[in-house]
């Protein structure tokens, strides 16, 4: 599912910002904060899968770690369906 939005659904501005640039800066901060900093908050140690962006790039967030938080699956399908960026309707 993730690949099929990522190449067909996912605007194409959107996708020249995730490049290998931005795998590394996911790689090496998932290492860092190698738990579900949400699941953190109720107790709860998972691990992390994903690496969020609090302000969405195309809001004007950035790559700084103070923009980024790692969460599980689970969590960032959570925010990301309250936030409504990706399931909105066009």
Same mark, same amino acid.
């Given at each position: ?6 190449? *067909? ?19 090496? *901060? ?61």
């Amino acid at each position: 599912m993730d690949a099929y939005y990522n190449k *067909y659904e996912r605007d194409p501005q959107t996708r020249k910002r995730y490049d290998r640039r931005w795998k590394r800066i996911r790689d090496r *901060y998932i290492s860092e904060y190698p738990l579900c900093e949400e699941c953190q908050k109720y107790g709860r140690l998972t691990p992390a899968e994903e690496v969020h962006h609090i302000i969405p790039l195309s809001k004007g967030g950035t790559n700084a770690d103070s923009n980024l938080m790692s969460l599980c699956k689970q969590c960032h399908s959570s925010i990301t369906a309250r936030e409504g960026e990706r399931w909105a309707r066009r």
